[in-house]
């Protein structure tokens, strides 16, 4: 019995975790700046969520963004992204734009790609956030919210504290 309990604990412990998260690093051939990213791969209504930094010279850019694996339907919505960072005023980002690919393997389903670009204020918001909810709007009125775990969190943070 006690082993049955343990192995249940593990298991609703090991689902609250994020299914996979990185940093990468890369190059922007276009600004020949260095590009740095925190990507989190989620078992939800978003497939993917993603805060990336370039970094040139002169300046560091940030965005925000999600992707998921659906129908033409349920479709990211190039409208905005809201960003709700502990008690602060919940900041209204507009999209820069939605992307969709079609999976190869199908007639009907799309990868889809929202990115929507972070001013200064969020992102030194997010340097001492304890809390950090996402929502996205989608072409279905639905606005599917994912709210970041701590390790996620701490990535973002690595993320923005990270030179080069």
Do not use: C
């Not at 950090?132 to 072409?139: E, P």
């Amino acid at each position: 019995m006690k082993k049955i309990v343990l192995i249940l604990a593990l298991i609703i412990l090991l689902s609250a975790l994020p299914a996979s998260a990185e940093i990468r690093h890369g190059r922007d051939e276009f600004t020949n700046g260095t590009v740095i990213g925190s990507y989190i791969n989620v078992s939800d209504v978003i497939d993917s969520i993603f805060l990336v930094k370039t970094v040139t010279s002169n300046s560091s850019e940030y965005e925000i963004g999600a992707k998921s694996k659906t129908l033409k339907d349920f479709a990211f919505a190039k409208t905005f992204i809201e960003v709700k960072i502990d008690e602060n005023p919940t900041h209204k980002i507009e999209v820069k734009g939605v992307s969709s690919t079609r999976v190869p393997s199908s007639m009907v389903t799309y990868w889809f790609t929202v990115v929507a670009p972070a001013n200064n204020q969020i992102i030194s918001e997010i340097k001492l956030a304890k809390r950090v909810a996402l929502r996205f709007q989608r072409v279905d009125n639905y606005s599917p919210i994912y709210v970041l775990p701590n390790a996620v969190l701490a990535e973002w943070k690595e993320v923005i504290n990270t030179e080069k």
